[in-house]
Each structure stands twice: as structure tokens, then as C-alpha cells.
């Protein structure tokens, strides 16, 4: 590390305590369907195996590589779930100062009308991404605040704009993966990470995420309840669609505000069960795969949780407890006791996701091996 990196993490361990506490304390776990985590934690697994990319960056809970193999080929081989989990992780619930209720969000893989050539009806352009969107070096990112961006005459600068961007400022590059009806189905399939295209000839294009701008993210819902459009406490996916779909020209400067924007990539999906590929570089799993803040947790780190369904999801049980694996990251995931819920794709998908905003608990399950690395204790 750093001299700087081991003031973050010194700052970053004030904010937090883990508590190792047993497997077999952790409510709920013996009525879960842990054969449905491992089976995520095993692609997880097999990436790591294979080079673990996640592990090219500083992660305060994250441990080394190596620490995790054991427990990555443990996994390939396991033949219960059950007993798997509560051999090779040692659980630590986890206490954020700054958020001690915690935050869980839900989102899930929009699906939009589309075609893959520019036709009538279908002009809203989806890009891959462009060879001049470039990380910046260290020194590039202390003089812009900017992780990514281009160079203009060899200075590093920010990337153009949602708005420029969609005035027309790629076009003409070959960058257009396809092309769908709607502004705002482009919009949140940005929000989302991933989409599926329903194409006029009746099969599909699967998107997921491939880069973004550099530029900061800007939630559109909060300008709105700044503006006191609509109030904070109704605030929704469904809450703003709707608010959009009946302002149209407002919604489209409204989408501008936020300045950050999104790229993808075309990729193929044998298992239609699974969902598209997160940050971790593995398809994700419905309701088993979590995003999390990869500055503090690695990818593949098993998290269970204990929170509760929105009240729009109408549960005749609404406590929503499960093993969840981290598998992905979001601008606005941010926090020790902060998840996203990946539910998957289709309207009851959406529901949930658009509504999920639960307080709850977090217990992070570290492989022995990494405790030990931490200086954890057991």
C-alpha cells in the first residue's frame, strides 16, 4: 500500500467493527436455499481460480488471492451446501457507525423493444465503448478528480456528455450496438447495467456493462424531490417512469442532468436462467447476486442478509433473508451495511427493484485463510 491508501484504510476501519459470530447464530440460515448460493459462489469461484480480477485493486476486506483458493476449490468439489458455507467461512456481522440500520436496493435487467439497425420508430442509439474513453493515470486523476475520461491533445480531460452524446456527438463512429423506441427505456437500462432487447424478428440481444464515462453520477429522482416535483418519501422507479411518461419533453432534459454515461457490450447467454455479466465477470444469478462497495469487499464475498421486502411486493412474509454473493458494483453503492439486490429480469422483477429501499443487517462469511490475513478476530 501507499502511504495514502493505508490512511484510507485506517479511516475507513473507524467507521466499522466486524463481529465474528457462529454460523449457526445466523437467523434463518438452516430454511435457506444454500445449494442456490453455492451455485453462484462456484462461478465465482471458478473466476477466481482462474485469475480473479477482482483482486487487481485495493479491497479493504478483500485479502489476497491466494487466501481464497482453498476455498474455491472447496467449493468445486462440495457436495452439500450446507455443510460447505459453515466449514470454510468464518461469519462477522458487520456494524457500520455511519449506518447502523444499513440500506438495501434492489435492481434487475429492463427489457426494451429494439432493432440492431436504425429504422422508423427505432432511433435512440445503444453504444458500445469508444476507443478514446481511457483510464487516466494517478497524477490524471488527482488534476481532473476523474477515473476515466479522454485526452484532448494529451491532456486529460472529461468525456463528453449524456446530453452531447445524445445530440449526435458519437454518431457516425460505428459505435451503435442497436437502436431502441424510447429515451427512457435507454435510460434505465443505463441505470440497470444490463438489458434485453426484444428484436422485431422475435429473438433477443442481451446487453451488459462494459464502461462508463468517468463523468459523476447524478440520481434524476433526488433533482426531482429537490425541486419538490415529487416527494422524497414516494419516490420511486414506478413513481418516476410515470412522471416521465407524462412530462415527455421535461423527462428528456431532466435525463440530462445526469452527466454520466453508460456503454455496453453484446454478449451471449447459454443458461437463460442466468442474468447478464457484472462487474465480477460472471453472469449474474436471480435473487443470489449482490452488488456491493468493491472498495471494501471482494468479489465472490458470501453476505447474509437480513432485511425485508418493499410493501408493493405485497408478501404474505415480508422478512427477506438469504445468502446472497457479491458479484457486483454500482456509482451509488456506496457503504459497509450497502447492498443491491439483483432480481433478475420480468414485471415482478421490476416491481420489487424499483421499490426496495430496506434497512437491515449484514453478516460478510471470509474464507478462513483471509480472516487469519485481516488480523480478524476469531
Excluded at 427505456?185 to 440497470?192: C, P
Aim: charged residues 25%; positive net charge.
Amino acid at each position: 500500500m501507499t502511504t495514502s491508501a493505508d490512511e484510507a484504510s485506517s479511516a475507513a476501519l473507524k467507521r466499522v467493527r466486524l463481529e465474528p459470530v457462529s454460523f449457526s447464530s445466523l437467523h434463518g440460515i438452516g430454511k435457506d436455499d444454500l445449494g442456490a448460493s453455492l451455485a453462484a459462489f462456484r462461478r465465482q469461484a471458478r473466476e477466481i481460480i482462474d485469475g480473479g480480477a477482482g483482486f487487481s485493486r485495493l479491497v479493504l476486506f478483500g485479502g489476497r488471492r491466494d487466501d481464497w483458493l482453498p476455498t474455491c476449490n472447496a467449493a468445486l468439489a462440495a457436495t452439500d451446501a450446507h455443510t460447505f458455507f459453515a466449514s470454510h467461512f468464518q461469519p462477522y456481522r458487520v456494524h457500520a457507525h455511519d449506518r447502523p440500520d444499513g440500506l438495501f436496493t434492489g435492481y434487475y435487467e429492463p427489457e426494451a423493444e429494439g432493432s440492431r439497425e436504425a429504422r422508423a420508430g427505432y432511433d435512440v442509439p445503444v453504444y458500445r465503448k469508444p476507443d478514446d474513453l481511457v483510464p487516466f493515470t494517478e497524477a490524471e486523476e488527482q488534476k481532473t478528480g476523474l477515473k476515466y475520461g479522454r485526452r484532448v491533445n494529451g491532456v486529460a480531460a472529461p468525456y463528453i456528455t449524456r446530453r452531447e452524446i445524445e445530440e449526435g456527438a458519437l454518431k457516425g463512429r460505428g459505435l451503435e450496438l442497436c437502436y431502441l423506441k424510447s429515451w427512457v427505456d435507454a435510460f434505465f437500462i443505463h441505470i440497470q447495467g444490463s438489458g434485453r432487447v426484444r428484436l422485431p424478428d422475435g429473438t433477443s440481444l442481451r446487453l451488459s456493462y462494459a464502461a462508463k464515462s468517468g463523468l459523476p453520477y447524478t440520481s434524476i429522482g433526488a433533482v426531482l424531490a429537490d425541486r419538490g416535483v415529487i416527494a422524497r418519501e414516494t419516490m420511486s422507479m414506478q413513481t418516476l417512469r410515470t412522471w416521465m411518461a407524462a412530462h415527455p419533453q421535461d423527462a428528456r432534459k431532466l435525463m440530462w442532468e445526469n452527466r454520466s454515461f453508460v456503454f455496453f457490450r453484446e454478449i451471449a447467454v447459454e443458461d437463460e436462467t442466468l442474468g447478464a455479466v457484472g462487474a465480477a465477470r460472471v453472469h449474474l444469478t436471480p435473487h443470489r447476486s449482490l452488488a456491493v462497495d468493491r472498495a471494501n469487499w471482494m468479489f465472490g464475498t458470501p453476505f447474509w442478509i437480513e432485511t425485508h421486502y418493499p410493501p408493493e411486493a405485497q408478501r404474505k412474509n415480508h422478512g427477506l433473508s438469504r445468502l446472497m454473493i457479491a458479484q457486483d458494483t454500482g456509482s451509488a453503492i456506496k457503504g459497509f451495511v450497502r447492498g443491491d439486490f439483483y432480481w433478475g429480469w420480468g414485471s415482478e422483477a421490476e416491481l420489487i427493484a424499483g421499490h426496495m429501499k430496506s434497512p437491515g443487517r449484514m453478516t460478510a462469511l471470509l474464507p478462513h485463510a483471509v480472516a487469519a490475513s485481516l488480523g480478524l478476530p476469531r
